[in-house]
């Protein structure tokens, strides 16, 4: 069954992160929406330009499975201010649906919005004392309820295969992990 996942961008994002979600639940299978809070061309944090298929602001009548959030520097910031973005997040949360979010994002955005619990969560090393005075879980991937969390750039294809696995199953998330040539018990 096809899932319908959200992944907002904004100037500044982490390539390694975003590119990294996207391409790994295409591979799963979802159908995969980018959608940027500003500008559709984005200028990542390490100068690569890439297109978002849509605003966020074509996103605010639909429904996801997922929504997920790259991070970087200042992305993780940009995607904070967007007022549609978190309104979608509080439904997203609301409805007990999947919402994740790796590296700063879920010290700047879903922790400063009240969407994570100190304790039951991770994100970069660099954002931690953000998290309740560093009340985080020192994991590669943080899964709470719906709410999935990871570190940073070095932990995306973990991120993004635990969340084909929520999605989907345990032997879909072997099957994408066999394809980038890697084994899902390297990585879970």
């Not at 298929?53 to 996103?59: A, G």
């Not at 998290?131 to 070095?154: H, L, M, P, Y």
Request: aromatic share 4%; glycine share 8%.
């Amino acid at each position: 069954m096809e899932k319908k996942v959200l992944v907002p961008v904004s100037q500044g994002i982490e390539p390694v992160e975003a590119i990294t979600i996207i391409a790994v639940l295409r591979r799963a299978g979802a159908n995969v929406i980018v959608a940027s809070v500003d500008e559709l061309e984005i200028m990542s944090s390490a100068g690569i330009r890439f297109f978002a298929d849509q605003k966020i602001t074509d996103c605010m009548d639909e429904t996801y499975d997922l929504i997920a959030l790259p991070g970087g520097i200042p992305g993780a910031q940009n995607l904070c201010d967007s007022g549609e973005l978190i309104s979608l997040l509080k439904k997203q949360a609301g409805d007990e649906k999947y919402y994740a979010a790796i590296c700063a994002s879920p010290a700047l955005v879903l922790h400063h919005h009240g969407l994570v619990r100190p304790g039951c969560v991770t994100c970069h090393p660099a954002f931690v004392d953000q998290i309740d005075n560093g009340n985080i879980v020192e994991e590669k991937v943080v899964v709470d309820g719906n709410c999935v969390t990871s570190r940073g750039a070095g932990t995306a294809v973990h991120f993004a295969l635990k969340l084909v696995e929520l999605m989907y199953s345990k032997e879909t998330a072997a099957e994408v992990a066999g394809s980038l040539a890697i084994s899902l018990d390297d990585v879970l």
